[in-house]
T-cell receptor, first 114, second 115 residues
Framework: AQSVTQLGSHVSVSEGALVLLRCNYS??????LFWYVQYPNQGLQLLLK??????LVKGINGFEAEFKKSETSFHLTKPSAHMSDAAEYFC????????????FGTGTRLTIIP | DAGVTQSPTHLIKTRGQHVTLRCSPI?????VSWYQQVLGQGPQFIFQ???????GRGNFPDRFSARQFPNYSSELNVNALLLGDSALYLC??????????????FGPGTRLTVL
């Protein structure tokens, strides 16, 4: 079985400060890992994903995440927060090949302080 | 190209009623998945369909059913609605349901309220 744990249901950062959203996973097989963002009253938008290869993954809107197998982590970072980054962020895991079922974490609501 | 579309956007039903939610995938996408997102939680997997065949089913009661049509659009049906079925129902499509590297593209969802 696979699962993800997102530490911190709410995170507040000042505009221009570093954004760090934490995600730890549990998987019995090599995982595929994803970060999605959800703006109010909208669906989910893919920020980035890790499948194989380079462990540092760059996504849209300046976000990146690093897959650390030894720590079973896939934390999301952005060097400088913008007001437009305020949203709900979800980490998700899936098995590789043949199964696209995504297992999501409970989400982290990011608030940007002007 | 149009993204994933879902209808209706909002729906209000009473307990015991039946509801049908609809999803049109991105053109060329053959796989459709359904997720339930209860307020304050992450989405939970309900079904995946690929080429009109059920490929996966989450831990939901038999009141939930789905199907996929020859044009790859899909319907999610829920019978005997309960208050706990109130949620945002998300549809996602991907090109090929067999490859783990596929990206799932989500629609805006249908907000179901059960009174």
């Amino acid at each position: 079985a696979q699962s993800v744990t997102q530490l911190g249901s709410h995170v507040s950062v000042s505009e221009g400060a570093l954004v760090l959203l934490r995600c730890n996973y549990s998987s019995s097989v090599p995982p595929y890992l994803f970060w999605y963002v959800q703006y109010p009253n909208q669906g989910l938008q893919l920020l980035l994903k890790y499948t194989t290869g380079a462990t540092l993954v760059k996504g849209i809107n300046g976000f990146e995440a690093e897959f650390k197998k030894s720590e079973t982590s896939f934390h999301l970072t952005k060097p400088s927060a913008h007001m437009s980054d305020a949203a709900e962020y979800f980490c998700a895991v899936s098995k590789n090949f043949g199964n696209e079922k995504l297992t999501f974490g409970t989400g982290t609501r990011l608030t940007i302080i002007p | 190209d149009a993204g994933v579309t879902q209808s209706p956007t909002h729906l209000i039903k009473t307990r015991g009623q039946h509801v049908t939610l609809r999803c049109s995938p991105i053109s060329g996408h053959k796989s459709v998945s359904w997720y339930q997102q209860v307020l304050g939680q992450g989405p939970q997997f309900i079904f995946q369909y690929y080429e009109k065949e059920e490929r996966g089913r989450g831990n939901f009661p038999d009141r939930f059913s789905a199907r996929q049509f020859p044009n790859y659009s899909s319907e999610l049906n829920v019978n005997a609605l309960l208050l706990g079925d109130s949620a945002l129902y998300l549809c996602a499509s991907s090109p090929d349901g067999g490859a783990g590297t596929d990206t799932q593209y989500f629609g805006p969802g249908t907000r179901l309220t059960v009174l």
